[in-house]
């Protein structure tokens, strides 16, 4: 798609970061509000069973190499360019059609943008060029195979700890352009589950992060966008404190909890939208955590003991699908059928029925992470390598109509000697 056709909106993501000759009161133009645009009908999309994987960037645990960063440029770019054409001569040899390739780790990008800097998951600092652009290559190479590509982005995560020397390297980027969102906003960065994140409830970071998606959708020829399930990513001893936004914000609201809610339902809303008017043919999902409410809090819930997402991540993911927010959704169910308290089966079902009445499309999310590992309270996933209980989920996905695509969590698993069973069934099941 051409800048030109994509207006002001895009041309204003552009320059985000870059309008620093004053002090205003923002270091970051935020993008033009788009949540008051009308929803786009959204095109037919096609119909072919999403067959697909995750391959994660963050910590390196997919791809780049870990070996590659230390090398000299002109090897760091071959070693890292021949590893992910590996990658995807596997995954197309395994009959993997779809790649959710890690695009936004944290508040860095793997790509060349003018909002964050490059990623050091390339190099190992912050900022610096690798000499190519990743997101652009994986296109490239994928298209080529006939394999498509979703950007998947972690919207809230700036760090994946707050480790002194991880808040030196940030504080470092304070001379780049783009600089980090940390030195750029300090007062938009909270803690949480021991990293350092962005406060959802601020309109400015909504709007900075949907000028981020912008930015991928008006430049590159991505089929996809994805958001992952960490939107409000607290853990017991290291909570969110958003008291004080809460006091500037939140005060229509009876609970923290449904004003919570409504933030990260106002950046679903707004990334949608954004989307559908620069390219509707750009798919937008999200991938939850697999349980939505369990039954015993609401009637509407699945038959389930686990953490929920409306609960824990303040995420109303039925919601996304009922208000035709989503393109699709992509739960993620990692318990086998045996499980009790969040039984495959139960799980799948469950989001079928909810996407029934719905455009919304079905993906469902399986644990190719634990399969061949020995688990005191899951011990199907080693029963013969695990395969008959891998079976019995690519069935039932199969066997349900809602049912649209299944995603494996995640790639280098794929080469864990544990897993090699169930590839090998994968190769005979998809790759003939």
Known sequence: MSLQKSGVLIATALLLASCSSKAPKSLVTPLPPVAKQPLA????????????????????????P??????????????????????LDKLKSL??????????????????????????MLTGTIGQDPGYDPLQF??????KRGMKVHAWFNPYRVSVNTKP???????????????????????????????????????????????????????????????????????????????????????????????????TQQLIEQVSRTIRQLNPNVEFGVSPAGVWRNRSFDAAGSDTR???AYDESFADTRR??????????????????????ARYDVLARWWANVVKPTKTRLYIGVALYKVGEYSKNEPDWTVNGGVPELKKQLDLNESLPQINGTILFRESYLEQPQTQQAVNYLKSRWGG
């Open 306 to 308: 686990g953490a929920a």
């Open 320 to 341: 996304w699908v009922q208000q035709g927010l989503l393109d699709y959704i992509a739960p993620q169910i990692y318990w086998p059928f045996a499980r009790d308290a």
């Open 165 to 263: 020397s991880t808040t030196a390297d940030l504080n470092r980027t304070l001379s780049l352009h783009p600089a980090s969102i940390f030195v750029l906003h300090r007062d938009w960065i909270r803690t949480a589950g021991d990293r350092f994140v962005l406060d959802p409830s601020i309109p400015e970071v909504r709007d900075w992060i949907t000028s981020i998606v912008a930015e991928v959708v008006a430049r590159y020829p991505v089929d996809g966008v994805q958001f992952d399930d960490y939107f409000y990513a607290e853990t017991p001893g290291s909570a969110l404190n958003d008291n004080q936004t809460y006091r500037q914000y939140g005060q229509a609201f009876s609970s923290k909890a449904d004003w919570r809610r409504n933030n």
């Open 41 to 64: 009908t959204t095109p037919a999309k096609n119909t072919q069973p999403v067959r697909g994987i995750w391959l994660a960037t963050v910590s390196r645990l997919d791809w780049p």
């Open 66 to 87: 870990v070996n590659s960063v230390n090398m000299s440029a002109s090897l760091r770019v071959s070693q890292q360019q021949a590893a992910l054409r590996n990658k």
């Open 95 to 120: 009959g993997i059609n779809t790649v959710f390739f890690q695009v936004k780790p944290d508040g860095t990008a793997l790509w060349p943008s003018k909002i964050l800097p490059w990623s050091d």
């Open 138 to 143: 994986i296109l490239d190479e994928a298209h």
